[in-house]
């Protein structure tokens, strides 16, 4: 029998359980000792199931995956990290398929047929289950795999000490937000006091694999497209084809996101959760956004929605404050639309260059700073700068995020809380979609239920048919932005 790939209830505290169980994953009944067990993209196949002469938009496709190790064996365990798409080089077309995984080296991938003409079937092997279970071992027992410099100055004296969340030596300096309480500390100077803590940049990456652990994460094995047997299929229109956005409301709080959540046709969205629209002309944005005070703080994937909204309104204007530009603050306006965005990144840990510590703000203490009302936007997103730690950092964090929206919302029921899910991208130890996906799994159950808009780029960002990227080209931007705006002016 396989064993679970849980999180260790010794360093959960009790309340977040019912998270823990969220984020289950089947792992291998034991470390595997040798490579060649261990699951190949290039041993394993995928075959459709009830082929059909006719295909029509609004079916489905169902597509049986038999995992198989380097030496052709099939897998006997789940576990693995497959992703499914469905996709049209042609049309610029794609949609995500879903994967279930019967724990017995078997999967059946889902796929939607959202558009008419020609498609085809994509499995990838992202991560086998072997490389999975060391990803999530090290990153509840390694997180210091991560480190980060904390430069202390005083008096022209001046000391770069290790930083982290949490640091095992025994003399450190421990930095408690007085807003927020979080907790970030530093391996104490020589010289210098703690106070003379003044800038704060990433350290770098400690290796904590061996060799056999190097192998089954090595890009040879990873983010592969498996072989398969499913030819290329025409779809055809029919009365299903009309369901599939006829019946939806427009964009509002609280919706819950579908699987998939949507899909691209001609290099386009159409979201299957609400009634998107799309702004193809900067006035139609500007009209939308006029008279909004916007706070966007997250990391460099909400960035990018920031410097598009600016590239995209030729009347916004930045305004220089004179900050290390990848953390912020940044400001744009448009004095005339009555148009303020502004751009923080979220608070410690954080990768990025040196950066005055000043500059850094926990988002809750962000939050407990906005008045709020009919015309205030908040986009947050918080994800990726945690994927390497343990997971209780991540619930930690959450839960004070929660209670600071839950405050707005109670004071200024009419602002507009949009929550930015995961991107897809990375596909290292450190920082992977499989890390990330337990996270976004994660954040859309911190804020289910709460009035607030989950805006689900995961899906966006995974069957485009630009490469995997953190940070995805412009196509994509554009489409997530129009989702943004969807759901600020639905109408």
Not at 100 to 120: F, I, M, R, V
Not at 302 to 319: A, D, G, H
Not at 443 to 457: E, N, S, W
Not at 479 to 491: A, G, T, V
Request: charged share 20%; aromatic share 10%.
């Amino acid at each position: 029998m396989s064993q679970t790939t849980t999180v260790s209830s010794r360093t959960i505290n009790p309340k977040f359980t019912k998270f823990i169980r969220l984020i289950d994953w089947p792992g291998p009944p034991s470390p595997v000792r040798h490579y060649n067990f261990s699951t190949s993209p290039n041993k394993c196949n995928y075959d459709l199931l009830s082929p059909r002469e006719v295909y029509r938009i609004g079916e489905k496709l169902e597509v049986i995956i038999t995992a198989r190790d380097h030496n052709g064996q099939p897998k006997q365990y789940g576990g693995d990290y497959f992703r499914a798409k469905l996709h049209s080089p042609t049309l610029k077309a794609g949609v995500t398929g879903q994967v279930k995984d019967y724990n017995n080296g078997s999967y059946l991938a889902t796929l939607l047929l959202p558009w008419p003409g020609e498609a085809q079937v994509q499995i990838r092997l992202i991560h086998s289950s072997e490389a999975v279970d060391i990803m999530k071992r090290k990153r509840e027992s390694h997180p210091e795999k991560v480190y980060f410099n904390g430069y202390f100055e005083l008096n022209g004296t001046r000391e770069i000490m290790e930083c982290n969340l949490e640091v095992s030596r025994k003399d450190v300096c421990t930095y408690k937000d007085p807003a927020t309480g979080n907790i970030w500390q530093c391996v104490r100077p020589q010289k210098l006091p703690c106070d003379s803590w003044v800038y704060h940049s990433m350290g770098g990456y400690r290796k904590v694999t061996n060799h056999l652990e190097d192998s089954l994460l090595s890009g040879s094995v990873t983010n592969k497209i498996i072989p398969g047997s499913v030819p290329l299929i025409n779809v055809k229109t029919g009365n299903s084809s009309v369901g599939l956005t006829s019946n939806l409301s427009v964009c509002r709080r609280g919706q819950d996101s579908p699987q998939p959540s949507g899909f691209y046709y001609a290099d386009e969205w159409t979201s299957l959760s609400c009634l998107g629209r799309h702004f193809p002309q900067p006035a139609d944005a500007l009209t939308c956004l006029k008279r909004k005070d916007i706070y966007m703080m997250g990391d460099s994937t909400l960035r990018q929605w920031f410097e598009y909204i600016v590239r995209f309104i030729p009347s916004l204007k930045r305004i220089d404050l004179h900050v290390h530009y990848p953390t912020g603050p940044l400001l744009a306006v448009d004095a005339d639309a009555g148009l303020v965005i502004r751009y923080r990144s979220h608070g410690l840990p954080l990768k990025t260059s040196k950066t005055l510590v000043s500059n850094l703000h926990y988002e809750s203490a962000q939050l407990a700073g906005i008045d709020g009302g009919p015309h205030t936007v908040v986009v947050m997103t918080l994800c990726p700068h945690f994927a390497s730690f343990p997971v209780r950092f991540y619930l930690e964090r959450l839960e004070k995020v929660r209670q600071a929206v839950v405050s707005l919302l109670f004071r200024s029921p009419e602002t507009t809380v949009i929550i930015k899910s995961a991107n897809t991208g990375y596909k290292m130890l450190s920082i992977s979609d499989w890390l990330t996906l337990q996270l976004d799994i994660l954040l859309r159950a911190a804020f289910k239920g709460m009035g607030v808009i989950i805006l689900d780029v995961w899906d966006m960002t995974s069957c485009h048919y630009l490469p995997d990227d953190m940070h995805p080209g412009p196509p994509v931007i554009k489409n997530e932005m129009d989702l943004m705006l969807s759901h600020i002016c639905p109408k």
